[in-house]
């Protein structure tokens, strides 16, 4: 109802006057206001949920393209399992593992459950809000001594039961308002889910290459100590002899002392590492057979496609969808509060008896039946800031979602010349280490024929190793380059049933404590329900 028509048929109500002389006034008021009631009836408050707008995305790509060759293309194009190009069984396995037995996964899983029961209390308001059933028997035990009348003792069972009934019909859609918003927030939930499902595969991947690429480093480092021992040996032998100087024993043993001190720190990491990638298969710190095979050098990628980004992916991310759908539950709020405006008509109605075992007592049957209204005329602006309240929340999170479109394109452009620069290094690196080993070479044999002395032989292998190793982290990190553009894309989830959202555990655990009827066991695939409100991008 418009705020002046209630106004003013609120102060022709309340006007001072004797019945007689308004109530030619009052009848026209409540003329006035039945109307605008049947006029609004039935109607459903509040703004319909819009999509938020990216103004930028339709002329925004990447300022880099990356270069892919055909079988390269192939192979990314199912993101759900963009891991795969790796060609690395090992990680396969860790990431099905993790699927089944990561605790935010399974947590996630669980907040979906919680959704769709509280969509199920959303749509129980549009059926009878109070349906009571009570009764009670009270037994009363009367003495009565001295005075006037004569001594007695009364004994008497009274009883009454009853049965009430009020349904507060939805005339202003402040139910219908809270089912759009329950189910909007249960998609939400989905596509947070899907989310984790993402960030997931690409710790996995990050942390599980993370240990690859230490584990190499603990070899090369093993590998050049070796080297430097043996020079160390052979300076310490001429030294002995009288043959070399103590500065070239004293270089030997200080390079080969600083190259094995490095392993310990990275024995530690190494620990760590494997101790994270177990916390994400929600395991115990401890060892993993998984970690024994797998290939003995890290996948070499030359390059990977990224097209039709606007559009396609940005969107498609779950996180983006998540935030799409937070918007609609909250536009709906706005009607909801919209809707204390106006009063809530309800249908009552009770039936009870009673009496007691008194002789001469008649039982007493009662029925009570008609409308009610409830009407908060008085609110002084409580109402009206709340639907403000709501509105500005409706705001925050459009201007969130607006935020995470922002972070994602970061992300994607981010990894996008992560992986184009760190391969272009890589081209350079390799360069590097292949001439640092024949350096190393000319030195030795320029060292044993006596054309140069010690510390040309200890600079190549610093060089040697020292490029060696950058090679390895450099390669590392195009590794992790790339997961982060899959990760940024989106790539990496599915939607998934009950099943495997919630271990079989757990759902018999819940099902043993509480009925849970079909929703544990239903084979139905969250995410892929039909909605009207669904924000674009939210099917896959």
């Known amino acids: 109802m418009p705020a002046a028509v209630r106004k003013y048929a609120l102060q022709k109500l309340i006007e001072d006057g004797s019945p007689e002389k308004s109530a030619n006034s009052q009848w026209c008021c409540l003329i006035l206001l039945c109307s605008t009631f049947l006029l609004n009836a039935c109607t459903t408050l509040g703004p319909d949920y819009q999509e938020p707008e990216l103004d930028w995305l339709e002329g925004w790509t990447p300022p880099l393209s990356i270069q892919a060759n055909t079988q390269e293309v192939q192979v990314e194009a199912d993101l759900r399992f963009w891991w795969k190009l790796f060609d690395d069984p090992a990680l396969n396995q860790l990431i099905a593992l993790a699927r089944k037995e990561n605790l935010l996964l399974r947590i996630a899983g669980l907040r979906i ?64 308002r809270g089912i759009e918003s329950a189910d909007a927030a249960f998609f939400a939930s989905v596509a947070n889910q899907q989310d984790v499902q993402v960030l997931i595969s690409a710790q996995v991947a990050d942390v599980y290459y993370a240990y690859r690429t230490t584990k190499l480093r603990i070899a090369i480092a093993n590998e050049n100590a070796a080297i430097q021992k043996r ?127 008194q002789s001469n007592s008649p039982d007493i049957g009662t029925l009570v039946t008609g409308p009610a209204l409830r009407w908060n005329i008085f609110d002084h602006g409580r109402i009206k800031n709340n639907v403000r309240l709501q509105d500005v929340r409706l705001q925050q999170l459009i201007e969130q979602y607006q935020e995470t479109a922002l972070q994602a394109s970061r992300e994607i452009d981010d990894a996008t010349i992560g992986v184009v620069k760190t391969w272009e290094q890589q081209l350079i690196l390799d360069e590097s280490v292949n001439s640092s080993k024949r350096a190393l070479q000319i030195a030795n044999t320029r060292y044993h024929e006596g054309y140069s002395d010690f510390q040309r032989v200890l600079d190549a292998q610093r060089a040697n190793f020292s490029q060696a190793e950058r090679q390895l982290i450099n390669q590392g990190n195009n590794i992790s380059s790339i997961i982060s553009l899959y990760k940024a894309l989106g790539g990496g989830w599915l939607a998934a049933p009950i099943e495997q959202l919630v271990p079989e555990d757990v759902r018999s655990t819940m099902q043993s404590r509480t009925d849970w009827g079909d929703l544990l066991t239903t084979s139905s695939t969250p995410g892929k329900q039909n909605n009207p409100l669904s924000p674009t991008g939210a099917a896959q």
Request: glycine share 10%.
């Open 231 to 357: 020079s160390y040996e052979i300076t310490e032998q001429i030294f002995k002899s009288g043959q070399g100087s103590e500065l070239d024993l004293q270089q030997a043993k200080t390079q080969y002392l600083a190259t094995l001190a490095t392993v310990p720190q990275l024995e530690i990491t190494l620990r760590k590492t494997r101790n994270a990638l177990s916390a994400l298969l929600g395991r115990p710190p401890g060892e993993m057979p998984e970690l024994n095979g797998g290939m003995q050098r890290l996948p070499s990628i030359e390059s990977t496609a990224i097209q039709d980004i606007p559009a396609r992916l940005l969107l498609r991310r779950p996180d983006m969808r998540a935030a799409a759908w937070q918007v609609a539950a909250q536009s709906a709020q706005i009607g909801i509060a919209e809707a204390d405006f106006y009063p809530a008509i309800s249908l009552l109605g009770s039936i009870g008896l009673s009496g007691n075992t």
């Open 113 to 176: 459950l919680e959704s769709q029961a509280l969509l199920g209390i959303a749509g129980s308001n549009l059926y009878p809000q109070v349906q009571e059933l009570g009764g009670a028997i009270s037994y009363v035990n009367t003495r009565r001594q001295g005075g006037a009348s004569s001594d007695r003792n009364e004994d008497l069972f009274s009883y009454e039961t009853g049965f009430s009934l009020g349904w507060e019909l939805d005339f202003w859609g402040r139910f219908k």
